[in-house]
Nanobody, 115 residues
Framework: QVQTVESGGGLVQPGGSLRLSCAAS????????MGWYRQAPGKERELVAT???????YYIDSVKGRFTISRDNAKNTVYLQMNSLKPEDTAVYYC?????????WGQGTQVTVSS
């Protein structure tokens, strides 16, 4: 049974940075591609970035060049470094394996970008 604990969110001014962390358990972490997702108020949840077991990465266009996804298999943790944050990045951010757990969502971490 997969479980994830997301952390690192907060309130930040436009142009600022945050680093999100996601500790996963209940799975063979190193074998899973992981993804960060977000849900903004009044909008559907969307995929933001993914990282494969081999550390290949993917980003949606709106975060390319600003966000970096990484993983530490020894710590069963995936990270999302977010730079040059914009108000439209405001959302609850979630992580989970990108396959096999379609209905699972953790508690997420709130990111608010506002002056």
């Amino acid at each position: 049974q997969v479980q994830t604990v997301e952390s690192g969110g907060g309130l930040v001014q436009p142009g600022g940075s945050l680093r999100l962390s996601c500790a996963a358990s209940g799975i063979i972490f190193s074998a899973h591609a992981m993804g960060w997702y977000r849900q903004a108020p009044g909008k559907e949840r969307e995929l933001v970035a993914t990282i494969t077991s081999g550390a290949s990465t993917y980003y949606i266009d709106s975060v390319k060049g600003r966000f970096t996804i990484s993983r530490d298999n020894a710590k069963n943790t995936v990270y999302l470094q977010m730079n040059s944050l914009k108000p439209e990045d405001t959302a609850v951010y979630y992580c989970k394996p990108i396959r096999n757990y379609p209905t699972y969502w953790g508690q997420g971490t709130q990111v608010t970008v506002s002056s």
